[in-house]
């Protein structure tokens, strides 16, 4: 469990590195005061993961430091029912001079663990990290996939009860982070509560209960991962001193954005079905409707296909098609997309988004999410693994071809 009560943290600024030895001599303010996190409060049930997320500057980082001790706030307080720990900033906390496993052990001091605690998790520590050849070398000689594997080890073996974890675990290569991926769900499974802070929409889509939105040090939003995401993403298109208008707006619709544009009519069917649901690998047709309500020179019609966890398949539109599109007021078009449903059986939703160029973040004209349904039912093709089917051939022949790339150790 983790709660996190009236959080607000000052920062002081100032105009060049010298006014703050300016300051001190001549006791003559010099500084602006920036309040960095401003009344944050939150609550992480045991076997709960939150997401943070927030633009650049929102505050993640400063909050994260507070919960696990790095930083002091000036106000409120972190309770939680054992130990925090977590993949901060690489490196923080490692001493670059000391080797890998003095650190772990000195890592784990600082943690709390008694030394005995320490001696019994090192080797697990360090077959985790899959360091054993360098861990006698001092971290300043480590790259940084290296710390970020030296850093999750250490942090989710000292058995917390609230694990923090941020961008750092995307310097990872791809094996590693789904090792951690694994791990974080076995911690999650086993009651431990998660702050998980990350720009990656989809990952907390997919690995969070509940997610909140920073904005200028304060919690704007405390809710689904689904509406956080979405709230996020109207702060990125720069409409968030208008969401209330915008709602009002579109009451009557599906979205938000400017309105110059809008999506007054959609509908989807497979090509032989007729209907929502469709075989996967079934042609599907998706009938938009667009009206301009102001002149909109530069017109992009983007898709978005997402499956049950909200995470996004397949987006297209048609800056990418390179079809240029341009309406003047009044004016009432119909756009029609074919996509293959080559995808695995399962309930998908369709966003639809009008804006200006390649996405929404400069001009976001009408914003529609989860609009349609689609249903997948049945393979047309051979059976597959996973989310898609991806076009494949297979031959087989005699094995004198030339070398493989990448010989199979023991062959
Ligand atoms: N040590 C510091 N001194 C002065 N200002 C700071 C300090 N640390 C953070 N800030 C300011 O506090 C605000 C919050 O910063 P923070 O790094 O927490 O944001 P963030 O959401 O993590 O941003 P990003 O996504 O870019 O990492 C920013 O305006 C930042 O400039």
Same mark, same amino acid.
């Given at each position: 469990?983790?709660?996190?009560?009236? @959080?607000?943290?000052?920062?002081? *600024?100032? +105009?060049?590195?010298?006014?703050?030895?300016?300051?001190?001599?001549?006791?003559?303010?010099?500084?602006?005061?920036?309040?960095?996190?401003?009344?944050?409060?939150?609550?992480?049930? %045991?076997?709960?993961?939150?997401?943070?997320?927030?633009?650049?500057?929102?505050?993640?980082?400063?909050?994260?430091?507070?919960?696990?001790?790095?930083?002091?706030?000036?106000?409120?307080?972190?309770?939680?029912?054992?130990?925090?720990?977590?993949?901060?900033? /690489?490196?923080?906390?490692?001493?670059?001079?000391?080797?890998?496993?003095?650190?772990?052990?000195?890592?784990?001091? *600082? /943690?709390?663990?008694?030394?005995?605690?320490?001696?019994?998790?090192?080797?697990?520590?360090?077959?985790?990290?899959?360091?054993?050849?360098?861990?006698?070398?001092?971290?300043?000689?480590?790259?940084?996939?290296?710390?970020?594997?030296?850093?999750?080890?250490?942090?989710?073996?000292?058995?917390?009860?609230?694990?923090?974890?941020?961008?750092? *675990?995307?310097?990872? +290569?791809?094996?590693?982070?789904?090792?951690?991926?694994?791990?974080?769900?076995?911690?999650?499974?086993?009651?431990?509560?998660?702050?998980?802070?990350?720009?990656? &929409?989809?990952?907390?889509?997919? &690995?969070?209960?509940?997610?909140?939105? @920073?904005?200028?040090?304060?919690?704007?939003?405390?809710?689904?991962?689904?509406?956080?995401?979405?709230?996020?993403?109207?702060?990125?298109?720069?409409?968030?001193?208008?969401?209330?208008?915008?709602?009002?707006?579109?009451?009557?619709?599906?979205?938000?954005?400017?309105?110059?544009?809008?999506?007054?009519?959609?509908? /989807?069917?497979?090509?032989?079905?007729?209907?929502?649901?469709?075989?996967?690998?079934?042609?599907?047709?998706?009938?938009?409707?667009?009206?301009?309500?102001? %002149?909109?020179?530069? @017109?992009?019609?983007?898709?978005?296909?997402?499956?049950?966890?909200?995470? +996004?398949?397949?987006?297209?539109?048609?800056?990418?098609?390179?079809?240029?599109?341009?309406?003047?007021?009044?004016?009432?078009?119909?756009?029609?997309?074919?996509?293959?449903?080559?995808?695995?059986?399962?309930?998908?939703?369709?966003?639809?988004?009008?804006?200006?160029?390649?996405?929404?973040?400069?001009?976001?004209?009408?914003?529609?999410?989860? /609009?349609?349904? *689609?249903?997948?039912?049945?393979?047309?093709?051979?059976?597959?693994?996973?989310?898609?089917? @991806?076009?494949?051939?297979?031959?087989?022949?005699?094995?004198?071809?030339?070398?493989?790339?990448?010989?199979?150790?023991?062959?």
């Amino acid at each position: 469990m983790l709660e996190v009560t009236d @959080l607000c943290k000052q920062f002081r *600024l100032y +105009d060049q590195p010298v006014d703050r030895l300016k300051e001190a001599i001549t006791r003559r303010t010099r500084h602006r005061l920036h309040q960095g996190l401003n009344g944050v409060s939150f609550r992480v049930a %045991p076997g709960e993961t939150l997401g943070v997320i927030g633009r650049n500057g929102a505050g993640k980082s400063t909050l994260l430091k507070i919960v696990t001790g790095v930083m002091m706030p000036d106000r409120g307080r972190v309770h939680t029912d054992g130990r925090t720990t977590g993949l901060l900033e /690489l490196g923080t906390g490692f001493n670059a001079e000391l080797t890998g496993r003095q650190n772990i052990i000195a890592n784990g001091l *600082l /943690l709390g663990l008694t030394r005995r605690e320490v001696d019994e998790r090192v080797d697990a520590i360090i077959d985790f990290a899959e360091l054993d050849a360098f861990i006698d070398e001092p971290v300043r000689t480590y790259s940084s996939g290296m710390v970020m594997r030296l850093g999750f080890s250490s942090a989710i073996h000292a058995e917390p009860s609230c694990f923090v974890v941020d961008e750092a *675990l995307s310097v990872g +290569d791809a094996h590693f982070q789904q090792k951690c991926m694994r791990r974080i769900r076995d911690f999650q499974a086993r009651g431990g509560s998660i702050l998980f802070v990350s720009h990656d &929409l989809n990952a907390v889509k997919m &690995l969070c209960d509940r997610a909140v939105v @920073l904005e200028h040090g304060t919690v704007m939003a405390d809710t689904t991962p689904d509406a956080a995401v979405n709230q996020y993403n109207r702060l990125i298109s720069g409409r968030e001193e208008d969401t209330e208008r915008d709602h009002a707006a579109f009451e009557d619709g599906f979205g938000y954005g400017t309105g110059a544009a809008r999506v007054v009519g959609a509908e /989807l069917a497979g090509e032989d079905s007729g209907a929502e649901t469709v075989a996967s690998g079934e042609w599907v047709n998706i009938r938009l409707v667009i009206q301009a309500e102001h %002149p909109v020179p530069d @017109l992009t019609c983007g898709i978005l296909l997402r499956d049950r966890f909200g995470q +996004d398949i397949y987006g297209v539109n048609t800056h990418y098609l390179e079809e240029r599109l341009a309406l003047s007021p009044d004016d009432c078009i119909e756009l029609r997309f074919r996509i293959c449903a080559e995808l695995a059986s399962g309930h998908y939703t369709l966003t639809v988004a009008l804006h200006s160029a390649e996405n929404h973040l400069e001009n976001c004209y009408h914003w529609c999410d989860n /609009l349609l349904q *689609l249903q997948v039912a049945g393979v047309r093709t051979h059976p597959f693994a996973g989310v898609c089917r @991806l076009p494949t051939e297979c031959a087989i022949g005699s094995a004198e071809g030339p070398m493989f790339k990448k010989r199979i150790a023991g062959s």
